[in-house]
């Protein structure tokens, strides 16, 4: 958190809106929590962070490519999510497109191998700035039920269930996900 607290000051932010986006959205919430000063309204869509034994989040490290747009997408073949997990047909392009997810894959294991339960529990009652919770109602990765676990840790805070989406909600119904953001962050 304190490279984003010496970024927000290098910009001369004192304060901004925070919306966060699966491991972005732990990242949020971790800022939220730890300089509430920083954050005036925080957006968690299909965030990670938490952990419930009884519902687990998908080993997405262990996933083929094949599970894992089942666990992504509402309809993982609907035009949208063939276009976002298409392989390309160059192979140079493959190749990179491959070492990209690599090195995803690796960041995202710093973060969130083998729980991704880094103690976010212990400081999300910190968050003090009004939060908005958007959640896909069909995410395979992060069960919906995350939605009302970190609104019953976030005080004050509102859910909103996008229907017909998975974990990408903002590809799958951008104009009801912008919809809901721009809501909220204007209210």
Do not use: C, I
């Given at each position: 958190?304190?490279?984003?607290?010496?970024?927000?000051?290098?910009?001369?932010?004192e304060s901004v809106h925070v919306l966060g986006h699966s491991l972005g959205g732990m990242i949020g919430a971790e800022l939220a929590a730890l300089s509430p000063h920083r954050v005036r309204r925080l957006v968690l869509v299909n965030a990670v962070g938490l952990?419930?034994?009884?519902?687990p989040i998908a080993d997405?490290?262990?996933m083929t490519p094949e599970q894992l747009a089942l666990a992504l997408w509402?309809?993982?073949?609907?035009?949208?999510a063939q276009s976002m997990m298409a392989v390309p047909q160059d192979e140079k392009a493959e190749l990179e497109a491959y070492l990209i997810r690599m090195q995803h894959l690796?960041?995202?294991?710093k973060f969130l191998w083998p729980i991704p339960d880094k103690g976010l529990k212990k400081r999300i009652h910190r968050i003090q700035a009004p939060t908005c919770i958007i959640w896909g109602a069909s995410d395979g990765l992060t069960p919906v039920v995350y939605a009302q676990e970190f609104q019953q840790r976030i005080p004050g805070s509102q859910v909103t269930i996008l229907p017909q989406c998975g974990h990408m909600p903002m590809y799958e119904d951008p104009a009801g996900f912008v919809s809901?953001?721009?809501?909220?962050?204007?209210?």
């Open positions: 958190m304190v490279y984003y607290n010496d970024l927000l000051d290098a910009l001369g932010l952990w419930r034994d009884d519902y997405f490290f262990a509402h309809d993982p073949n609907s035009a949208v690796a960041t995202a294991g809901a953001v721009v809501g909220f962050l204007q209210g």
